[in-house]
């Protein structure tokens, strides 16, 4: 995903700020900060410097080499399931990293803002590391050694990566933060389109072993320098909030849009774990199929960027909403693709739709709060449910497709159906805060 999940000092000054405008809650000051842990502005940065510009890097460097290797799961799904186990089994495989990186965010966060910066990132950096080399000396007919290595150790490592190095960029930007970010967004779209060449390339041409340990050569390089060049300045403490559980409890709106993310989560990734398989199964040529997820990330690019300058205009909540409906309604689009125009053709619109989403999905949980106090609880409790979706939803679409037969209907429109309903959810929300509002424009 490519939102930030952190406690609430590293993610108070990640989201963007509110202006009070009368009787609404303010104006979002639109931009990719909302997807960064950040500390609170009164502390000084320099924003800029040597420093700033090798710890932007590093971070681009661990996106590209944990997220955009998430991204570039369908490989795995297509090679593993190919190769005789369940769809639905390889399936748990990516959907325990995805859930594993967003729920870590909590603890990895603390970790940050208690100054363990670079222990968090060192360690995160050696599990992911061995976990990945481990992937390649498993014994592929048995299916623990690989869960336990690319499921829960690449999972558990990637988590302990994803939010130190965004929340880290806080620290050295001020001014140009919004670009600061957007760089190391870039980052999982770049992983995203490597990893998946590199690895289909190798599985035809030489074994699965050298394969994986091909991108980890890659990964080792990525994750090494940005150990070595990242740093995190110190900051002086917050004080703790107060806001009170009590009072989000309370808020329907919230929870309309929670569990709404919850059941797009559980859908959106379906393409990136399912395209190349479904591509090829339905004769698209292999070498071209192979370049389906690369095509997909390399769409979510603009689709990361351009929705959000909608946003500022439109409103997030009425963005989102449109792109989560765009997201379930592509997915049906499937059903016509059967040959290599229809699937590239695909895998962009679709890679520029979900990018959105998943951009615009931090800043919605951000405009809930009714002070800035609340931002990080909401954020994390948020994110801590939606993942929940990104944990069962493709499993479920693997048992759906049947392991022998390829039903390749039932997980379409299953995914189809859980993405439209949780568009349904979140309009509810969208509506009960525009009236709270009395503004059309949330």
Avoid at 132 to 159: E, R
Wanted: proline content about 3%; aromatic content about 12%.
């Amino acid at each position: 995903m490519a939102g930030t999940v952190s406690t609430r000092s590293t993610v108070e000054s990640t989201t963007p700020t509110f202006t009070n405008t009368g009787s609404s809650l303010g104006k979002l000051e639109l931009g990719l900060e909302a997807e960064s842990s950040v500390v609170n502005d009164e502390f000084p940065v320099k924003d800029g410097g040597l420093k700033a510009w090798c710890t932007l890097i590093g971070g681009t460097l661990i996106f590209a080499s944990t997220i955009g290797y998430i991204n570039a799961f369908g490989v795995y799904q297509d090679h593993y399931t190919r190769g005789g186990l369940s769809a639905s089994s390889v399936s748990w495989l990516g959907s325990t990293q995805l859930f594993l990186l967003v729920s870590l965010g909590l603890p990895a966060g603390k970790l940050v803002d208690m100054g363990y910066f670079r222990h968090t990132i060192c360690a995160g950096s050696i599990i992911y590391i061995g976990s990945l080399l481990a992937v390649s000396f498993t014994d592929q007919t048995k299916y623990y050694q690989i869960f336990l290595s690319q499921g829960l150790g690449m999972g558990l490592g990637s988590g302990l990566l994803y939010v130190p190095a965004m929340a880290v960029q806080a620290r050295h930007w001020k001014k140009r933060r919004p670009m600061a970010v957007g760089v190391v967004l870039v980052g999982a779209a770049i992983g995203g389109l490597i990893f998946p060449i590199v690895i289909n390339r190798l599985l035809t041409r030489s074994s699965f072993a050298n394969a994986v340990r091909a991108s980890l050569y890659i990964v080792i390089g990525m994750l090494g320098t940005a150990n070595a060049i990242m740093t995190c300045p110190e900051t002086a403490r917050q004080p703790e909030s107060d806001s009170s559980i009590k009072i989000i409890a309370k808020d329907s709106a919230y929870w309309f849009m929670a569990f709404g993310a919850l059941l797009i989560l559980s859908g959106v990734f379906f393409p990136y774990f399912y395209l190349q398989l479904y591509a090829i199964l339905h004769q698209v040529d292999s070498n071209l199929a192979f370049y389906s997820l690369a095509v997909m990330n390399a769409a979510s690019i603009p689709g990361r960027i351009g929705p959000n300058l909608l946003a500022a205009k439109f409103g997030v909540l009425n963005v989102l909403t449109t792109f989560s409906a765009l997201c379930g309604l592509l997915v049906f689009a499937l059903f016509g693709v059967t040959n290599a125009g229809g699937m590239f053709a695909f895998a962009a619109v679709y890679g520029f739709c979900s990018g959105a989403w998943l951009s615009l999905i931090t800043l919605a949980f951000a405009t809930t709060a009714r002070h800035q106090s609340e931002i990080g609880i909401r954020l994390g409790v948020g994110y801590f449910i939606a993942a929940f979706g990104g944990l069962v939803g493709s499993p479920i679409d693997g048992a759906l497709l049947d392991r022998h037969r390829y039903f390749w209907y039932r997980p379409i429109i299953f995914t189809s159906v859980v993405a439209l309903a949780g568009s349904v959810l979140l309009l509810i929300s969208r509506n009960m805060i525009a009236r709270s509002r009395g503004t059309p424009f949330v």
